[in-house]
């Protein structure tokens, strides 16, 4: 919360972390920062300026990035106070982009759980889901998102009290891993 300059390098401590726990180099680190800092020069960026950011990285249109930067946004600010800071942005960006099914199906059940209360419901999934399906260009009539999470639900909520835990979700996607195609925006 200080008034850190963050124009200045970055703090070897904080380099040494996050080397560590990305798995990336510390050049590819520091380029990061470099162009995460010219998109917001504060160091931290709200929704407004994560948008921004997250469209310049990505080819489609604005209207079908909108929603899921929005639930990308709320699973990157792990600490919710309506800000990334540049570690939270690259450690969502690693896990999301390099990391294990495992770690990077614990970032999707964030980014459903959008009230943050450890479980996931039908209504949490079909927002995201809605999402996903005007991201990736997928009509809605053919297999309408309330149907495919009905589906999602019928396979993996295995004690079915009509909510996703984050283990039943997990553990659910690893063993149909045809599912993580369906409910994760981070597959290849």
Known sequence: MGNKTTKSSLDPTLLDKLTEETGLEREVIIAWRKQFLSACSSGKMNRKDFFKFYRSLRMESDDKVK?????????????????????????????TSLGTMRQKLEYVFAIYDKDKNNSIDRKEMVRVMSAMYDLSGKSKDEYPPERCVNDVFSLIDVNNDHSLTKDEFVEGVLKNPYISDIVSPFNQ
């Open 67 to 95: 929603e899921i930067v929005n639930f990308i946004f709320t699973a990157f600010d792990r600490d919710s106070n309506g800000k990334i800071d540049f570690e939270e942005f690259l450690c969502g960006y690693a896990i």
